[in-house]
Each structure stands twice: as C-alpha cells, then as structure tokens.
C-alpha cells in the first residue's frame, strides 16, 4: 500500500488537488528566471524544483556519482535509477513536503528557492521516447470498430482475445499537452469513388488512451516475465492519439494505421509513478478464453482510474463533458501487454512508451472517439453551446483529466489538451 496515505504537507492543498502529498508525479520543466530543463514534483499548485533540492543536500540516498540526476532535461537517467532508488527518492520527498519538517518549512530562503507556484513555470516533455506501441486492448472500443465496419458478426478478429493487439507509432510527433494539432492532409477514398483523392482529413478524431514508461528495459532475448513486468513499469500519463479515420480507412488494410495515426501523439506532463496508484488497483476483468500461459496473470492488475473528455469549440466560454470512461474497462492489462510485447526477445528501453489504445466502456457516455461516440458521424452529439458534433473541426480544443478518488483521497494526472488548427 501506499506509504504516505495518512499524511499531510505543510503546502496548502485543496481536496480538489490532483496533487497531494500521497501522489508526488515527475515531470520536466523551466522557469523565466532559469530556463535550465530540470525535474520537478507536483504539490499542490507548486512545483518542487528536486535540482535545487539537490543543491542544497536534501537528499541522503544521492550517491555523489548520481548528484546531477534531477538537473537533466529527461526524467529517463532517473527512470533507470530501479523500483528500489525510486521508493527511497520517493520517501525522501514525502519527508521533506511533511507538515512535521521543518527543513523546508521554516526557512524562507530555501523555500523560495525550492517552490515555485504552477504558473509560472513551463512544463516541457517529461521524457526522451525511444519506441512508442499503440495497443487496441478495449474490448468494447475493438467491439464498436468491428460491428462498423464488419458486422456484429465478425466484431473481433480471431486473434484478439487471444492476445493483446497492437502497433509501433512514432516516437518523434509524440508531443506534450497544449501543443497545437495542425489539421494532416492524405490520401481518402470515399466509397462510391472511382479513385483515390488528396487533401485535409474531413474525419479528424480523438482517442481517449492511457500511457505507460518504461523505467528499466530487458536485454535483447531475454523475455520479461508476466510476474515482474511490474518492475519495469516506472509511471503513467493521459494520451491522446490523434486519428484521422478517412485516411485510415484508405489504408489501414493489410498492415494497419499508418499517416492515420503518425501525425501527432499527444501526453501529459506529470508522470504519475505506480506507488501512488497501488492504492487503486483492482481486479482485471474475466478473460473467456483463458489466455496463454505466458500471459496469465494474478492479483488485482487493473487501476480504477476516471477519465473525462472536453470539447471547446470557438464559439464557447467553457469546455463541456462529451465523454466519461474508465481505465478498469481494459481488457488487456499493461502487464499482460509487457509480456507479451517482449516473449520474442524484444528488448524493451527506458522511455520507451506504451499506450492503451482507445479507452470505451459498454455504454456510450463512456466510448473513447468521436468514431463512436456519434457513430460513424451517423448519430452526431448535441452540444450544451449549440450545434453537433460529428468530427473534430479546425479550432476545436479537446482536453483530456484523469484521476482516481478513494477514501477522501484523490490522485490526479492533470490534463492533456490540444487545439486544431487549419491543414497548411
């Protein structure tokens, strides 16, 4: 369980707060008055600068060897640290945001050195990508696609509830919350058209994924084993995966999603580590048939994690809820996705990351995309600011939150937006 669920920091934090003491996420970020990329926690409406915390000898488990880990422009040399230096880090932490510490707490000086208020600082991308997977492992999201475009009878292809489907993507256009999605232009195929067309997507859309890092990878050939793909796993973060459905449809047969998907992957910036979710695990869902040996799993190895969709068009004030999901909805859970990712001998890298695939639960307040949630663009939504929605449109925002809420405790990821812009 979690260490520091019973305590509170001297930082003012509110119940609201997707950063409490009991959460502590990394991320990367600069200051006006010091534009130097370094590591930073989230407490409260402040970020703790963990460089100049380093600075000024507040961290015992630091090896001199190691001194500048928190003044890097990635969270990757600490991801690599292991489970072990990352729960005394962890600690450490905790201990020095204490009510009862007076350290921090007392001395002006180093406070204003060590604390700086949210807003004024620039979050940048918590980590250098190497390799990004897309997995499709929602079981209704894969459900909805098939009946669309197969028929109920043929919904889900052969192999998956066998194994857990995915992609390589891009690593290089994954870009951090609030980066700007300029509209991709490709090849499309309406049906009753004898050939091909170029330009911008007409069927620009959302998907609602969670994200994981690897901390620590696997030598080539050596597969990582479904019982400890936990200590691999350093953290997670909201993901939208853009998707242009005109330009995938066209084609996505026979290898899958290629332009569709490769034009923009946007994160959020605060890596929630897995120490603050153990408090939300629960049972993965029942898999029929049973899954292969290498990919059974035991124990609670699901998360209960909220997730709500907004849209902002140009004409409103306010973001309005169009969508809200769940991460319990998986079928396939990151561990089973890990194993089954490396049982060639794939080896797998710090920061490399992961993704979910569309998140959708089984009723339609809760499908992951547009693809779904106005059925094809048959069934457009109806916005509380007027008009529908079948498709993203140039000027629209979409903000994804994430958090989980427990016992009056509440672990939260922030947020990851993104706003389109015309097709250059």
């Given at each position: 369980?979690?260490?520091?669920?019973?305590?509170?920091?001297?930082?003012?934090?509110s119940?609201?707060?997707?950063?409490?003491?009991?959460?502590?996420?990394?991320?990367?970020?600069?200051?006006?008055?010091?534009?130097?990329?370094?590591?930073?926690?989230?407490?409260?409406?402040?970020?703790?600068?963990?460089?100049?915390?380093?600075?000024?000898?507040?961290?015992?488990?630091?090896?001199?060897?190691?001194?500048?880990i928190?003044s890097?422009?990635?969270?990757?040399?600490f991801?690599?640290?292991?489970?072990?230096?990352?729960?005394?880090?962890?600690?450490?932490?905790?201990?020095?945001?204490?009510?009862n510490n007076?350290?921090l707490?007392d001395d002006?000086?180093?406070?204003?050195?060590?604390?700086?208020?949210q807003?004024?600082?620039?979050?940048?991308?918590?980590?250098?990508?190497?390799?990004?997977?897309d997995?499709?492992?929602?079981?209704d999201h894969?459900?909805?696609?098939?009946?669309?475009?197969?028929?109920?009878?043929n919904?889900?292809?052969?192999?998956?509830?066998?194994?857990?489907?995915?992609?390589?993507?891009?690593?290089?256009?994954?870009?951090?919350?609030?980066?700007?999605?300029?509209?991709?232009?490709?090849q499309?195929?309406?049906?009753?058209a004898?050939s091909?067309?170029?330009?911008?997507?007409?069927?620009l859309?959302?998907?609602?994924?969670?994200?994981?890092?690897?901390?620590?990878?696997?030598?080539?050939?050596?597969?990582?084993?479904?019982?400890?793909?936990?200590?691999?796993?350093?953290?997670?973060?909201?993901v939208?995966?853009?998707?242009?459905r005109?330009?995938?449809?066209?084609?996505?047969?026979?290898?899958?999603?290629?332009?569709?998907?490769?034009?923009?992957?946007?994160?959020s910036?605060?890596v929630v580590?897995?120490e603050?979710?153990e408090?939300?695990?629960i049972?993965?869902?029942?898999?029929?048939?049973?899954?292969?040996?290498?990919?059974?799993?035991?124990?609670?190895?699901?998360?209960?994690?909220?997730?709500?969709?907004?849209?902002?068009?140009?004409?409103?004030?306010n973001?309005?809820?169009i969508s809200?999901s769940?991460?319990?909805?998986?079928y396939?859970?990151?561990?089973?996705?890990?194993?089954?990712?490396?049982?060639?001998?794939?080896?797998?890298?710090?920061?490399d990351?992961?993704?979910?695939?569309?998140?959708?639960?089984?009723?339609?307040?809760?499908?992951?995309?547009?693809l779904?949630?106005?059925?094809?663009?048959?069934?457009?939504?109806?916005l509380?600011?007027?008009?529908?929605?079948?498709?993203?449109?140039?000027?629209d925002e979409?903000?994804?939150?994430?958090?989980?809420?427990?016992?009056?405790?509440?672990i939260g990821?922030?947020?990851?937006?993104g706003?389109?812009l015309?097709?250059?």
């Amino acid at each position: 369980m979690n260490d520091n669920i019973k305590r509170k920091s001297f930082i003012d934090v509110s119940k609201d707060s997707d950063f409490p003491i009991e959460n502590l996420p990394y991320g990367i970020f600069y200051t006006k008055e010091n534009n130097s990329l370094r590591v930073g926690t989230a407490i409260g409406e402040y970020v703790l600068d963990l460089a100049a915390a380093d600075r000024n000898g507040l961290f015992k488990n630091i090896s001199p060897a190691d001194k500048e880990i928190f003044s890097s422009k990635s969270l990757n040399r600490f991801m690599s640290m292991g489970k072990t230096f990352h729960r005394e880090i962890r600690k450490e932490i905790s201990d020095l945001l204490d009510e009862n510490n007076s350290i921090l707490r007392d001395d002006d000086k180093l406070r204003s050195e060590c604390l700086i208020h949210q807003n004024d600082v620039t979050m940048c991308m918590p980590v250098e990508i190497g390799d990004y997977t897309d997995f499709y492992s929602s079981k209704d999201h894969a459900t909805n696609v098939g009946i669309m475009f197969r028929g109920k009878e043929n919904a889900l292809m052969p192999n998956w509830l066998h194994l857990p489907v995915a992609y390589h993507g891009r690593a290089s256009s994954v870009v951090i919350s609030g980066t700007e999605i300029i509209r991709p232009k490709g090849q499309t195929k309406a049906d009753d058209a004898e050939s091909p067309s170029f330009g911008p997507s007409r069927l620009l859309d959302f998907e609602l994924e969670m994200g994981f890092f690897i901390g620590t990878g696997n030598n080539l050939g050596e597969p990582i084993n479904i019982d400890n793909a936990s200590d691999h796993i350093f953290g997670m973060v909201l993901v939208n995966d853009w998707s242009a459905r005109d330009i995938q449809k066209w084609e996505y047969v026979p290898l899958g999603p290629f332009l569709a998907k490769n034009f923009a992957t946007s994160i959020s910036p605060w890596v929630v580590t897995m120490e603050a979710l153990e408090p939300f695990r629960i049972k993965s869902e029942i898999q029929d048939p049973a899954p292969l040996p290498y990919l059974k799993s035991s124990g609670n190895n699901s998360y209960d994690i909220k997730l709500d969709v907004l849209l902002k068009t140009p004409s409103s004030q306010n973001a309005e809820i169009i969508s809200r999901s769940n991460f319990k909805y998986m079928y396939w859970d990151m561990y089973q996705q890990l194993a089954h990712h490396t049982v060639t001998g794939c080896n797998m890298r710090t920061g490399d990351l992961l993704a979910s695939g569309t998140i959708s639960g089984p009723e339609k307040g809760t499908y992951g995309s547009l693809l779904e949630l106005s059925w094809r663009g048959e069934e457009p939504i109806k916005l509380t600011s007027g008009g529908e929605l079948k498709f993203l449109r140039d000027g629209d925002e979409l903000i994804i939150k994430g958090y989980c809420e427990k016992d009056g405790l509440r672990i939260g990821f922030g947020e990851v937006t993104g706003k389109i812009l015309p097709a250059k």
